[in-house]
């Protein structure tokens, strides 16, 4: 690379803010799941389902610990299974096979068609799903769900980021550390280039908002229970508390705000360099 060619490149300044959205528990329900559990466990559908996703999230965080990795969707079986058999609940393998189907198709929030129709309007905003869940889980949701469409209009590689592309789960610090590499931007804090905190970490999940935001993420905590932040391990909480996704956009608009100012004032840096 030449002397000047180098001085070019070093002068860009990344004007995107990249918003990583969480897949399962903040743009789908993983408690919808409880109607096809219902079709074969009626009076225990709602406490399968919880002990399912308690187990779920367990297991990876399990495995992290361990220096070891499964694929989501083995993960989800094995503990759908440890849920019915702690409530020694009867089962068989077709049934599993159907409740697991069925996971390909949860049902989506209320507040996500809104917010990312915003998303699609507003210059410099990259959308990702972010996920602890497979590639093929990923495209899967947004094949069966017509309102997570918007993500099927962008190239896949920018579309998705899953846990097997690396083979650790969150909040494991690679996983969210990848995910800045992946899309561009440095894994530093205020890097010139276009730092981690252009990272905007979208969740309703607190252990997932905790691990972006201690390698320097910016946190957006989607409290849809309006239940308050409990986490204490964190002493400062989330960066921002949002009920609904649809308060997302002022949120984003505040961040772009901000951050033009400083992309602009870098750009004038440069310009009056020698």
Same mark, same amino acid.
């Given at each position: &690379?030449?002397?000047?060619?180098?001085?070019?490149? !070093? @002068?860009?300044?990344?004007?995107?803010i990249i918003v990583a959205f969480d897949l399962f528990g903040t743009l789908l329900s993983t408690d919808s799941i409880s109607k096809k559990l219902a079709e074969y466990y009626?009076?225990?559908?709602?406490?399968?389902?919880?002990?399912?996703? =308690?187990?779920?999230?367990?297991?990876?965080?399990?495995?992290?610990? &361990?220096?070891?990795?499964?694929?989501?969707?083995?993960?989800?079986?094995?503990?759908?299974?440890? %849920? *019915?058999?702690?409530?020694?609940?009867?089962?068989?393998?077709?049934?599993?096979?159907? +409740? *697991?189907?069925?996971?390909?198709?949860?049902?989506?929030?209320?507040?996500?068609?809104?917010?990312?129709? %915003? &998303?699609?309007?507003? =210059?410099?905003?990259?959308? +990702?799903?972010?996920? #602890?869940?497979?590639?093929?889980?990923? =495209?899967?949701?947004?094949? #069966?769900? @017509?309102?997570?469409?918007?993500?099927? @209009? +962008?190239?896949?590689? !920018?579309?998705?980021?899953?846990? !097997?592309?690396?083979?650790?789960?969150?909040?494991?610090?690679?996983?969210?550390?990848?995910?800045?590499?992946?899309?561009?931007?440095?894994?530093?804090?205020?890097?010139?280039?276009?730092?981690?905190?252009?990272?905007?970490?979208?969740?309703?999940?607190?252990?997932? +908002?905790?691990?972006?935001?201690?390698?320097?993420?910016?946190?957006?905590?989607?409290?849809?229970?309006? #239940?308050?932040?409990?986490?204490? *391990?964190?002493?400062?909480?989330?960066?921002?508390?949002?009920?609904?996704?649809?308060?997302?956009?002022?949120?984003?608009?505040?961040?772009?705000?901000?951050?033009?100012?400083?992309?602009?004032?870098?750009? =004038?840096?440069?310009?009056?360099?020698?």
């Open positions: &690379m030449d002397a000047e060619t180098s001085r070019f490149i !070093d @002068k860009i300044v990344d004007r995107r009626p009076d225990k559908a709602d406490s399968i389902s919880t002990a399912w996703r =308690k187990y779920q999230l367990e297991y990876t965080w399990r495995l992290n610990s &361990m220096g070891t990795f499964e694929p989501f969707d083995t993960i989800t079986r094995k503990s759908l299974l440890h %849920a *019915l058999s702690e409530s020694s609940i009867p089962h068989n393998e077709a049934q599993i096979t159907q +409740i *697991l189907t069925s996971y390909a198709s949860l049902s989506p929030f209320p507040d996500v068609p809104p917010c990312l129709e %915003a &998303m699609t309007s507003t =210059k410099h905003l990259q959308p +990702i799903i972010f996920t #602890n869940g497979t590639s093929k889980m990923a =495209k899967d949701a947004v094949v #069966n769900t @017509k309102e997570l469409h918007a993500f099927g @209009k +962008i190239r896949e590689k !920018d579309a998705y980021l899953s846990a !097997d592309e690396i083979e650790k789960y969150k909040p494991h610090p690679m996983i969210y550390q990848y995910l800045a590499a992946k899309v561009g931007k440095s894994i530093g804090v205020a890097d010139k280039h276009g730092g981690i905190d252009e990272v905007v970490l979208v969740s309703a999940n607190p252990f997932d +908002i905790v691990g972006g935001q201690a390698v320097g993420m910016t946190g957006v905590w989607v409290d849809r229970a309006g #239940n308050g932040w409990h986490d204490a *391990l964190v002493e400062n909480g989330p960066k921002v508390v949002i009920k609904s996704l649809e308060e997302l956009k002022g949120v984003l608009e505040r961040i772009l705000e901000a951050k033009g100012r400083i992309w602009e004032e870098v750009i =004038k840096e440069n310009k009056e360099e020698p």
